[in-house]
């Protein structure tokens, strides 16, 4: 069976964000890092990924500067501003209280 999964809707740059705080990334290092830590669940395609990203450096949740990769090559490294820090709070607060509100119609006999 074949492993396919949609993102959410307004789930991608709360993703983004998250990984993010974990650590500076390039954007192919960024959809690497959701497939695997999603154990190949979630996919992050790259005409999904880099309009977000843009997204988020115009709304200032994050910058950007090029750096050389580890295989010596040129790519813009994303990272984390204190107001993305701060939106990302707002995000994951805003999915755990849907999540519960979900769970909650789904147990409801």
Do not use: C
Request: glycine share 8%.
């Amino acid at each position: 069976m074949e492993k396919r999964s949609e993102l959410l809707p307004g789930t991608l740059d709360m993703l983004i964000l998250k990984t993010l705080a974990r650590a500076p990334l390039h954007g192919y290092g960024i959809a690497l890092s959701i497939k695997r830590i999603s154990e190949d669940v979630l996919t992050v395609e790259e005409g999904s990924l880099y309009p977000a990203l843009q997204r988020l450096l115009l709304k200032g949740w994050v910058k950007a500067e090029w750096k050389k990769t580890e295989t010596n090559r040129r790519a813009r490294y994303y990272s984390l501003t204190a107001a993305g820090r701060k939106q990302l709070g707002i995000e994951l607060s805003q999915f755990e209280q849907m999540m519960a509100a979900i769970g909650r119609v789904l147990q409801e006999t």
